[in-house]
DNA sequence: ACGCCCACCTGGAGGC
DNA sequence: TGCCTCCAGGTGGGCG
């Protein structure tokens, strides 16, 4: 499911449910995601407060009381629900609700995830940029500091496609096949270009492009195609203010332009472009 | 070190 | 209806 945009809609979501609550409960409904929960799970959080969530890459951290970050990583299919104290008692679990927050004042957050690719993990706080799933992540594109000349550079040297070297959490991160192909399509760039290609005034396109995808796309609660909701349970609506993705057929939305938007795979994912508005 | 392929898992859509 | 194939917002391990 989750891109960057998905990723911090929810993490907006759960902030006012979460942060300053206790956990008072924590239930283990399966415990075999992309990893294993952590051993004694329950016992390590429950009784612990959130004092904040953070969001690095595609990752959720909360940050527990006892100098813990619990990490959060919702995979393909991975949602957080909040149910509102009366009707959490009653509300039947669903099918793939693996983890269940119990919070000190009722609400209850749960974890569901249908394909379980998601995973959580519990990491002394100063420990977490080491931890293996972070080092060697690249920068955040929402950051200030990340510019044209800063992606360029990551760019340099690398002889796979643009569209490849985007996904390539190495990069930088967050954006992912949905991001990839509409920022590429915003900025003109062919997703077939040798990514060294992309240096100077394209660089600087390409990390605009990106940063107003990615930007828009919070805006409108990220994108529901399947299982994306935000934690309220409202859907994403960016995917209707799609240019390509999926959109193989349609006529490319370029004012007279005319070509037919194409699908190409690369690395293993669909690629949506237009073939004569991308070079 | 880099770049590609595949597996991990479930469910929805479409074809016959 | 049912069965089969293909496809899906990610990641990381193994291979050449």
């Known amino acids: 499911?989750?891109?960057?945009?998905?990723v911090e809609t929810v993490r907006r979501g759960l902030v006012p449910r979460m942060v300053g609550?206790?956990?008072?409960?924590l239930t283990q409904r399966r415990k075999d995601l992309r990893v294993p929960l952590p051993a004694r799970f329950a016992e390590k959080v429950e009784g612990r407060t959130?004092?904040?969530?953070?969001?690095?890459?595609?990752?959720?951290?909360?940050?527990?009381?006892?100098?813990?970050?619990?990490i959060v990583h919702l995979g393909m299919s991975g949602r957080m629900t909040l149910h509102d104290a009366p009707s959490a008692a009653e509300h039947p679990f669903e099918r793939h609700d693996h983890v269940v927050f119990d919070m000190d004042d009722g609400w209850q957050v749960r974890f569901n995830d249908a394909r379980r690719f998601g995973l959580m993990l519990l990491v002394p706080t100063e420990a977490v940029a080491e931890h293996?799933?972070?080092?060697?992540?690249?920068?955040?594109?929402l950051d200030a500091l990340f510019d044209g000349a800063a992606l360029a550079a990551r760019l340099r040297g690398k002889r796979t496609p643009i569209k490849a070297a985007l996904l390539d959490q190495k990069t930088l991160v967050g954006v992912g096949n949905i991001y990839a192909c509409e920022a590429l399509f915003l900025s003109g760039l062919s997703p077939?270009?040798?990514?060294?290609?992309?240096?100077?005034?394209?660089?600087?396109?390409?990390?605009?492009?990106?940063r107003q995808v990615l930007l828009r796309s919070i805006d409108d609660g990220g994108s529901t195609l399947r299982d994306h909701v935000q934690p309220g349970g409202e859907l994403g609506y960016f995917q209707t203010r799609f240019n390509v993705y999926d959109r193989t057929g349609a006529p490319c939305p370029t004012p007279g332009c005319g070509q037919l938007v194409k699908r190409l795979v690369q690395a293993g994912r669909s690629t949506f472009y237009c073939a004569r508005c991308q070079r």
């Open 1 to 6: 499911m989750p891109e960057l945009p998905e």
């Open 192 to 210: 077939r270009r040798s990514a060294h290609t992309v240096q100077g005034e394209r660089a600087v396109r390409l990390v605009e492009a990106i």
């Open 132 to 141: 293996k799933a972070f080092k060697g992540l690249g920068p955040e594109p």
């Open 21 to 25: 609550h206790r956990i008072v409960r």
């Open 50 to 70: 959130i004092e904040a969530i953070d969001r690095r890459a595609k990752y959720l951290l909360l940050r527990l009381d006892d100098g813990q970050t619990l």
